[in-house]
């Protein structure tokens, strides 16, 4: 078990480019999670997959947001035209299959995140 | 709206002293309540949770929360702080129907003087 694990940990770019993060889950974990958090906040909600099911996705998401898990495993994340408010640590968490109170599903483990500089 | 508040943005101790962080959710349904701890350049590590049980939660590092169900609350302390506990901490809640979705407070930045 290595943990979750997201490349890179830093990318800056310029407005207008394209950028796409990668996240490397537990691997007997079937839950994967996107989160975005700035400065001075909590993370935010992005989007949660299931398997290779994209189950739910904030508002936050715009359409130049697109997250992908092609067969249950690695997740991408990808920004285009990015803005400088795109500006943020995008946090990738994965969590094990399970319901109820006792199980292991309710607990989210986290990466140690991608930071995203735009100019 | 389902929201989950923590009260100040940032919290001084002396070493050695008691350490209270103060978190507040609200909804009518219990929610299952998590404190994370993030350190520099860092992702978020769990120091516990309560989702059932026993209402006093111990976790790690020597930090415990009391789930209190009349105050809509579950405060984080530690008995005496120590420099190491220097940090950021969020107090999240999962509500039900949300699969395993976390809502974040805005988080609580804890510095420890000598």
């Known amino acids: 078990d290595t943990g979750v694990s997201q490349n890179p940990r830093h990318k800056i770019t310029k407005r207008g480019q394209n950028v796409t993060f990668r996240c490397d889950p537990i691997s007997e974990h079937n839950r994967l999670y996107w989160y975005r958090q700035t400065l001075g906040q909590g993370p935010e909600f992005l989007t949660y997959?299931?398997?290779?099911?994209?189950?739910?996705k904030s508002r936050l998401l715009s359409d130049r947001f697109s997250a992908e898990r092609p067969k249950g495993s690695f997740s991408t994340l990808e920004i285009q035209r990015t803005e400088q408010g795109d500006s943020a640590m995008y946090l990738c968490?994965?969590?094990?299959?399970?319901?109820?109170?006792?199980?292991?599903?309710?607990?989210?483990?986290f990466g140690a995140g991608s930071r995203l500089t735009v100019l | 709206a389902q929201s989950v508040t923590q009260l100040g943005s940032h919290v001084s101790v002396s070493e050695g002293a008691l350490v209270l962080l103060r978190c507040n959710y609200s909804s009518s349904v219990p929610p299952y309540l998590f404190w994370y701890v993030q350190y520099p350049n860092q992702g978020l590590q769990l120091l516990l949770k309560y989702t059932t049980g026993a209402t006093l939660v111990k976790g790690i590092n020597g930090f415990e929360a009391e789930f209190k169900k009349s105050e809509t609350s579950f405060h984080l302390t530690k008995p005496s702080a120590h420099m190491s506990d220097a940090a950021e901490y969020f107090c999240?809640?999962?509500?039900?129907?949300?699969?395993?979705?976390?809502?974040f407070g805005t988080g609580t930045r804890l510095q420890v003087t000598l």
């Open positions: 968490a994965s969590s094990p299959p399970g319901q109820g109170a006792l199980s292991g599903a309710n607990v989210l483990t």
């Open positions: 997959f299931q398997n290779e099911a994209q189950l739910e």
């Open positions: 999240a809640v999962r509500y039900t129907g949300t699969a395993s979705k976390l809502t």
